[in-house]
Nanobody, 128 residues
Framework: QVQLVESGGGSVQTGGSLTLSCAES????????MAWFRQAPGKEREGVAA???????SYADSVKGRFPIPKDNAKNTLYLQMNSLKPKDTAMYYC??????????????????????WGQGTQVTVSS
């Protein structure tokens, strides 16, 4: 089984930065696509950023240019570098993994069920 464990959430003021981490563990398996999703209270879970094993990336328009998604393959750790944060970025952030490359798909649509592995989530709160 694959386990994904997020960390790095917290509270920050508008314009601040946070870096989320997602450590992947498990035997004989590594995700070929990893992504970050977020879910604000009363809203649907939405894709934020994704990266395939070949380095291809995809971003939601709302975070493009602000939230790079680097991955350290040696450490099996995915990051989300959140810059220029806004109150509307406030949400629970989830790490997700899939056994195939998915950047070219509708990965961002949670209802499509592209990702089979999920972390427990980490809260990000941005105050004005």
């Amino acid at each position: 089984q694959v386990q994904l464990v997020e960390s790095g959430g917290g509270s920050v003021q508008t314009g601040g930065s946070l870096t989320l981490s997602c450590a992947e563990s498990g035997n004989f398996y590594r995700s070929n696509c990893m992504a970050w999703f977020r879910q604000a209270p009363g809203k649907e879970r939405e894709g934020v950023a994704a990266i395939d094993s070949d380095g291809s990336t995809s971003y939601a328009d709302s975070v493009k240019g602000r939230f790079p998604i680097p991955k350290d393959n040696a450490k099996n750790t995915l990051y989300l570098q959140m810059n220029s944060l806004k109150p509307k970025d406030t949400a629970m952030y989830y790490c997700a993994g899939a056994p195939f490359q998915a950047v070219g798909s509708e990965w961002h649509n949670f209802e499509k069920g592209v990702f089979g592995y999920w972390g427990q989530g980490t809260q990000v709160t941005v105050s004005s």
